[in-house]
């Protein structure tokens, strides 16, 4: 017998998610996406600097969390809006 996937219930209707969870998941994929893109600008641009070593650690992390919170932010946002 194969496996019921988790959103179905005993009677075969679909669950919806709930609008706190589709802001979390907003936020979650636009974080990922804001991760990927400040890893490649932030990276460049501290190369680019001439950074090495601890410096283009700190710089590209500091990089990464700001353009990861900025994008999931609104990302969020814009789930929330569609609820």
Not at 1 to 13: E, F, I, L, N, R
Not at 22 to 30: A, N
Not at 68 to 77: D, K, L, P, S
Request: one cysteine or more; glycine letters at 20%; proline letters at 4%.
């Amino acid at each position: 017998m194969p496996a019921v996937p988790s959103g179905y219930t005993s009677g075969g209707q679909m669950n919806k998610p709930s609008c706190f969870d589709r802001v979390k998941l907003g936020f979650t994929m636009g974080f990922t996406v804001g991760m990927v893109t400040g890893i490649v600008f932030g990276g460049f641009t501290a190369l680019r600097h001439g950074l090495r070593g601890r410096e283009l650690l700190s710089t590209v992390g500091k990089s990464v969390v700001s353009a990861g919170g900025t994008f999931g932010t609104f990302m969020a946002i814009g789930s929330a809006i569609r609820c």
